[in-house]
């Protein structure tokens, strides 16, 4: 494979600029642009994880910047290849000037991803891990960076290695059994197989349902803040974006400033629309009223829905809580710093969390937390924990599920083993294409070209 070369920190000014190299030429690449001053030894002569000071030049031997260059001799780097890594000034100017001077000595510019893409070329990572290094970079709080990180430790690569053993065995035992009759094979007991199968559906079952919960930690989960006029729903939403350390992203919009701000609570990311688009929205909400909040509804993972509780509770507050029955909502008993009309024990009957909260005096804050986190499932958030972190992890595993329910099937219909392993086989391949053992380019290919350049 080609040696290649990109700026691996980010396109902006900063103190230290890192320009990475990698390949089999990398060194005698390097060698060409750098001067060191540290040492007599050329970085040819240097063992991994050593450095030296010196210079980089240009291929007409103009000096460019001061450099440390740092070696890593393949397998142990990143990639699995030999790499040097030269650490300038972070001026963009400069470092594209280095850059070039790389280019001119050998190395071609590096895809997105490819250094990544290498390492797992290189079996030094799996693609789940390789995904995790996405998420690394992509964290916005202290779970999800945690969960990432385990991720990339080969947490999730572990437990779906451990599962995939127990069926590849299972399988060449019965396809011994099946393919050589004749042969003194012990044969499997029914209830032992069935016992491997159940198993690994349970483990798949238990890794499923970790994805919405990993999701809402790093991604978040979009939520609806519903309520007739004048209930505080954006007084509310401002108790919520008020806490400043709490906001994660600000989505602009084209029109407004802001159309999507990400806060978080505890372990989850609440995705909110706007206060602008709440006040947007209320002329809509009166003329047609209960459909907007239906439909508000049917998309929301998350419902707060808000009641005041100084005024009578009137058609539309039943016509909301009708529209978020079968919905995840917690009911926001407002304004408890004026007299009430009504008690919060009527929304109790709801079958939903309540929680009383007055909005402009900002009391009840933590036990709108706590309930948002009892609602989502995030409270009790492992992050070391094997978890399914994304869509495409998700996919597989689903697909890996219905094949072992199937290999049950048919084992319970009285198929033929034959039948019970091609389902069986079916299962395995699909975990195989989920840490990419046996993944096709193009999947790899999809997977690498949402990284960025030097990483
Ligand atoms: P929205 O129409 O549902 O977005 O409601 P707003 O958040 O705009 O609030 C309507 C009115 O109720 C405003 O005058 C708010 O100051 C007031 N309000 C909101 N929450 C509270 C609260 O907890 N206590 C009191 N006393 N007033 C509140």
């Not at 400069?94 to 590096?110: M, Q, R, T, Y």
């Not at 030094?124 to 430790?153: G, M, N, R, Y």
């Not at 209320?282 to 993972?301: F, N, P, R, V, Y």
């Not at 009391?363 to 869509?391: C, H, I, Q, R, S």
Request: glycine share 6%; net charge negative.
């Amino acid at each position: 494979m080609k040696t290649i070369a990109a700026i691996s920190t980010a396109p902006a000014v900063g103190g230290i600029g890192v320009i990475r190299i990698s390949g089999e030429e990398a060194i005698a690449v390097a060698q060409k642009v750098f001067r060191a001053v540290s040492t007599t030894k050329s970085l040819a002569q240097m063992q991994g994880y050593t450095a030296a000071y010196g210079f980089v030049q240009s291929a007409g031997g103009q000096k460019l910047d001061e450099c440390v260059a740092l070696v890593f001799r393949a397998p142990h780097s990143y990639t699995g290849e030999d790499v040097v890594e030269l650490s300038c000034h972070g001026g963009l100017f400069l470092l594209k000037k280095v850059l070039e001077a790389v280019f001119a000595a050998g190395a071609i510019p590096a895809e997105a991803g490819e250094f990544t893409k290498r390492a797992f070329l290189n079996k030094k990572i799996d693609l789940t891990e390789a995904e995790a290094v996405a998420s690394i970079i992509a964290a916005q709080s202290e779970a999800s960076a945690a969960a990432a990180l385990s991720a990339k430790e080969g947490a999730l690569f572990q437990k779906i290695s451990e599962i995939n053993e127990s069926l590849v065995s299972l399988s060449a035992h019965l396809a011994a059994w099946t393919d050589y009759p004749e042969d003194d094979i012990e044969a499997l007991a029914q209830e032992e197989l069935e016992a491997v199968l159940r198993s690994a559906i349970e483990e798949c079952e238990a890794l499923l349902a970790t994805f919405e919960v990993s999701q809402i930690v790093s991604e978040g989960v979009d939520t609806a803040i519903l309520g007739r006029t004048n209930v505080g729903k954006s007084s509310l939403m401002n108790l919520i974006c008020g806490e400043q350390k709490s906001i994660v992203t600000d989505i602009e919009g084209t029109t407004r400033d802001v159309v999507e701000t990400s806060v978080r609570m505890g372990n989850a990311v609440l995705k909110l629309a706007d206060t602008a688009g709440l006040r947007e929205s209320e002329d809509t909400i009166e003329q047609i009223g209960i459909s907007l909040s239906k439909k508000k509804a049917e998309s929301a993972g998350l419902i707060l829905a808000v009641f005041d509780c100084s005024k009578s509770l009137g058609e539309e507050d039943f016509a909301l809580l009708q529209a978020i029955k079968n919905k995840r909502a917690i009911l926001i008993y407002n304004k408890t710093d004026l007299s009430a009309v009504w008690e919060p024990d009527f929304l109790a009957d709801y079958g939903k969390p309540v929680v009383t909260v007055s909005a402009k005096s900002r009391a009840g804050y933590e036990a709108l937390v706590n309930a948002v986190e009892e609602a989502l499932g995030t409270k009790d958030f492992n992050p070391y924990a094997p978890l399914l972190a994304t869509e495409r992890q998700k996919q597989c595993l689903g697909t890996a599920l219905s094949c072992l329910r199937e290999a049950l099937a048919a084992l319970h219909s009285g198929l033929t083993l034959d039948a019970v392993n091609v389902s069986l086989d079916a299962a395995i391949s699909a975990f195989l294409e989920l840490t990419g053992e046996r993944a096709t380019e193009k999947i790899t290919q999809e997977i690498f070209k949402h990284f960025c350049v030097g990483k």
